[in-house]
């Protein structure tokens, strides 16, 4: 029984962690909301409610991805590579949407997917199922490269 409650108590708090770049950036996005519809937005763009919900699965599918790369124990490398993914996808919502720096936002989105790529190796060392619940988010990560180009290209 103590495992088993100590094995949710980590599922949650990888779950609980990657749920703070939403809870850190959406200040910027609520702040900046007038300036984003001012934009000329690009094709395929979808709806602001998807954004949310998309993120919100995407944080889950992470932390379920780092608590089944971590569930026996960590390890240094990668744990150093999920740090920094969260830590640069934290800094994307104020560049973009509090700098309006869509140049910045662009640079910074090329460093995530190089991270990515790091990192998806990393996991796929420890476990491939951590790995591949990676992928997900790396596809929305070229979705949001792809916006995020249209958005400069067309401001």
Request: aromatic share 18%; proline share 6%.
């Amino acid at each position: 029984m103590q495992k088993n409650k100590f094995t949710f108590i980590k599922l949650f708090l990888w779950l609980v962690i990657c749920q703070l770049p939403s809870l850190l950036g959406a200040p910027f996005v609520f702040s900046n909301m007038a300036w984003y519809h001012s934009l000329a937005l690009p094709p395929l763009i979808p709806p602001g409610s998807v954004f949310g919900i998309v993120w919100g699965v995407l944080y889950i599918l992470l932390g379920l991805s780092a608590f089944v790369a971590f569930r026996e124990k960590l390890h240094a490398r990668p744990l150093a590579l999920f740090a920094g993914q969260l830590v640069l996808n934290v800094c994307w919502t104020p560049i973009f949407f509090g700098a309006h720096s869509l140049l910045g936002a662009m640079l910074l989105l090329l460093a995530m997917l190089a991270e990515m790529v790091g990192l998806f190796q990393a996991f796929w060392k420890l476990d491939r199922v951590a790995a591949w619940l990676l992928v997900p988010y790396a596809g929305w990560l070229c979705f949001a490269m792809y916006l995020t180009i249209g958005v400069w290209w067309l401001n």
